[in-house]
């Protein structure tokens, strides 16, 4: 629920709030009838699956032409994902973890970024020198930091700006 309005009254007589309140499934429709209508805008058919997952949703995604929805590194689909997620959230006044995936795309690039971040930790930890990465979105610097908490004489750092972005994972000396 959102508090729309609070008037007090006098001497606590008179108290009142007005709100705007909503069910989870509230969201899920949104969810659903905005993206019903962005593709139904760019003339794109598309089936839609909308999951439960913690604080929010994942949004599977499936159209005709996918390659052009996920765009040159993903970049087409992050952007969707953050003009979702940022329609959500203002309607309902409140931060969802809104995930949009098109044919596994994310979970298969997430499972290889796990991969890569995992060689390159291991070949930093034997030489002792550190290795930056190239510029990655949030999430995918969110699943390498993720992946490589736990790793011996490893610690990652995100470092740069905007679209320059990326992590250094550091050889950092056991205690």
């Known amino acids: 629920y959102n508090v729309v309005e609070e008037k007090k009254g006098i001497l606590g007589l008179g108290n009142s709030v ?5 069910t ?5 429709e949104f969810l659903f ?12 058919d598309i089936e839609v ?21 996920i765009g040159h590194n993903g970049r087409t689909l992050q952007a969707i994902n953050t003009v979702v997620r940022g329609a959500v959230n203002g309607n309902f006044k409140k931060r969802f973890n809104i995930l949009i995936d098109i044919n596994n795309y994310k979970e298969e690039r997430y499972r290889k970024v796990k991969a890569m ?6 070949n930093v930890r034997r030489t002792k020198i550190d ?21 011996d004489s490893i610690k990652t750092e995100s ?17």
């Open 49 to 69: 699956e909308i999951l439960p997952i913690e604080e929010g949703y994942k949004v599977m995604l499936n159209a005709e032409n996918n390659a052009s929805l």
């Open 24 to 28: 989870i499934h509230d969201v899920k």
């Open 159 to 175: 470092e740069g700006e905007g679209r320059n972005r990326h992590l250094v994972i550091k050889y950092v000396e056991s205690k």
């Open 18 to 22: 007005s709100i705007e309140a909503y």
């Open 131 to 151: 290795a930056v990465l190239d510029p990655m979105s949030n999430d995918e610097r969110k699943v390498v930091h993720q992946a490589l908490t736990d790793f």
């Open 33 to 44: 009838d905005y993206l019903g209508d962005f593709f139904t805008g760019i003339d794109n």
């Open 117 to 122: 971040a995992i060689k390159i930790a291991k």
